[in-house]
């Protein structure tokens, strides 16, 4: 086991950390907007988008990941833009999987979120509008503050679905050393080549970095509840 240990890689753990981090900030600046109109509007278009939202909670990853590969392939506009224009390589690149993950994390960010928003007091948020406060400062200044277990639960799971994803990952970016191999993606291939010691390793790892996660936002919405009287 020491030795096994000793030869480990452990690039693909810091790769699945990164993509986490990229994605976790990119999908906040996005979301916060997003979540906030979803929150206060009263739109006919309303359950249009936010279907259009949790798409990715009911989509089977093949499928997900399919229609992501055409859209970044070179063979679509997008692709295509980004290649010949851009010199940016969208498919099997680390770039290609930030952008994936930004789609297949979306709703883990975007609906705890708007309920955050949507549980706040709305005199509050008044409050700031008449005294001046542009819509912008009362969703960073007022608004965030006081929704904190929902923002703590926004980022973490966010964070943590992205590390574990697996199917859209391999669909999107492969399988490239040092490029694209994440966590999930190693743990696939020791299975094929039966290194199981590997795997249980790397799965062992996952899993108690997937407890501690949901840990920490339980407790801290605990401890939030109780200092509320909730």
């Known amino acids: 086991m020491i030795e096994t240990l000793q030869k480990l890689d452990f690039t693909p753990f810091l790769l699945s950390f990164k993509l986490a981090a990229f994605t976790t900030m990119i999908l906040f600046m996005v979301s916060v907007p997003l979540a906030w109109y979803l929150s206060q509007t009263r739109s006919r278009s309303k359950p249009f988008i936010e279907a259009l939202t949790a798409l990715p909670i009911v989509l089977p990853p093949s499928v997900l990941g399919f229609y992501i590969l055409w859209a970044l392939s070179p063979h679509s506009p997008v692709g295509a833009f980004f290649e010949e224009t851009l010199g940016?390589?969208?498919?099997?690149?680390?770039?290609?999987?930030?952008?994936?993950?930004?789609?297949?994390?979306?709703?883990?960010?975007?609906?705890?979120?708007?309920?955050?928003?949507?549980?706040?007091?709305?005199?509050?948020?008044?409050?700031?509008f008449l005294s001046g406060k542009s819509r912008l400062r009362t969703i960073f200044s007022v608004a965030i503050p006081n929704m904190k277990p929902a923002l703590l639960t926004a980022l973490i799971v966010t964070f943590a679905h992205t590390v574990g994803?697996?199917?859209?990952?391999?669909?999107?970016?492969?399988?490239?050393?040092?490029?694209?191999?994440?966590?999930?993606?190693?743990?696939?291939?020791?299975?094929?080549?039966?290194?199981?010691?590997?795997?249980?390793?790397?799965?062992?790892?996952?899993?108690?970095?997937?407890?501690?996660?949901?840990?920490?936002?339980?407790?801290?919405?605990?401890?939030?509840?109780?200092k509320f009287g909730l």
Do not use: W
């Open 88 to 128: 940016v390589k969208l498919v099997f690149s680390f770039t290609g999987l930030v952008v994936a993950s930004c789609f297949y994390s979306l709703p883990f960010m975007v609906q705890p979120l708007q309920s955050g928003f949507e549980s706040l007091n709305g005199h509050m948020i008044e409050a700031s």
């Open 165 to 226: 994803e697996f199917g859209v990952v391999l669909m999107v970016g492969g399988s490239i050393a040092g490029e694209t191999k994440v966590a999930s993606v190693a743990i696939y291939e020791m299975v094929e080549i039966m290194d199981y010691t590997s795997a249980h390793i790397y799965s062992a790892i996952m899993v108690a970095i997937s407890f501690v996660v949901l840990l920490s936002v339980y407790l801290f919405n605990q401890k939030q509840n109780r």
